[in-house]
Structure formats: C-alpha cells, structure tokens
C-alpha cells in the first residue's frame, strides 16, 4: 500500500493453450515462474519479474474460453527501471518479429506488443515529467535517451500542464481526501 490506498498487484490471464503461454512468458519475456500447480481440473501458474517486491504479478490460468484476443483486459503494463532496458526490450521483441508499436505518452514511454492468444502487453519507462493525458505520439527508441529527453521538452514546452512528475504527485496527494 502507499499512502494507505490500493496499488496493483497482479493481473491474471485465462489462456488456451497453457504451456505455451507459460514459455512465453518466461522464456521470452523473462519472468520468474513463482509456482505452478492446479486447482482441480484448472491450471495456474504465478510469474514476476520482481520476486523482492511481489510473489505474482502476473498469474496464467487455463481453460479459455472464446476467440483469441476477444477479452475483456486491454492489456497489460510492467514498468521497466531504465531506457536501456526499454530498447533491449524492442530488440529482443523485434528480433523474433513480433508485431510492436512504440509511443512516447510524453510522461513515460511505451512499447507494446501481444502475447501468442492475442493479450496486449505494454513496457514501459518513465520520463522524469508529467504531461496532460491523453498523450499518445509514435516514437524511435533507436534515440538515445538525451535525444528522447531534449524532444520531450520540445514537444511541451508551451504546455501548461507539463511539470515535473514529483510536483504534479505532491499537488496530486494533496488533493485526495485523507484516508
């Protein structure tokens, strides 16, 4: 908890094909496998990429249901601690010729992706402002990240919301109701 309020803590995938999405997730993306079991006839496994910080913060479970990408989740978002693992990311995921798109939302970038059932998955690396949302425009993540930087000012200097993400947090917590 921060601040007494709820944070995300995981999300869950129901999947059709279990094992494959098990390699997926961590043979390609990376992630720790925490456990895997089932309960009666379900199977569930639990991944993270952070064991420190959470035992799951994503869990895959069989038995979908349905047509591939027909789902209520939108998508998924792990954030990652820097800009080189963001491009390592792309790289990697550009290498096996996954279908990416990559968008700078001014306050963070993003790069998406899909999962082999069609689950939309974002990385993401925060920049050190905050910029109005919606804010969504495609972006090279070839640059580095002092080109990335340099255009973010450029893009938002003349907007009156752009601020330094620790000043729109203080205005923001000031403005919740206390718990």
């Known amino acids: 908890m921060a601040n007494g ?8 995938i129901n999947c059709f094909d279990f094992g494959r999405m098990v390699d997926y997730y961590t043979k390609t993306l990376g992630f720790y496998l925490s ?8 199977q569930l496994c639990f991944l993270t990429f952070d064991p420190e910080a959470e035992h799951h913060q994503l869990a895959l ?10 789902t209520s989740l939108n998508h998924v978002c792990f954030r ?3 800009y080189k693992e963001l491009q390592a990311r792309h790289e990697m995921l550009k290498g096996l010729g996954a279908n990416i798109r990559t968008v700078t939302h001014g306050s963070w970038l993003s790069l998406y992706s899909f999962d082999p059932e069609g ?3 974002e990385f993401r690396y925060d920049l050190p402002w905050y ?8 972006i090279d993540l070839t640059l580095s990240e002092e080109e990335i930087k340099a255009l973010t000012i450029e893009q ?21 109701p206390v718990a």
């Open 156 to 176: 938002h200097k003349d907007n009156p919301k752009f601020q330094l993400i620790s000043e729109w947090r203080a205005k923001a917590v000031a403005e919740l």
């Open 131 to 138: 910029v109005g949302q919606p804010f969504a425009r495609p």
């Open 119 to 121: 689950n939309q998955i």
């Open 61 to 70: 479970t069989g038995g979908r249901k349905g047509k591939p990408g027909e």
């Open 35 to 42: 456990d895997i079991g089932q309960i009666g006839e379900t």
């Open 80 to 82: 990652l601690p820097t």
């Open 5 to 12: 309020r709820a944070v995300i803590s995981h999300v869950v």
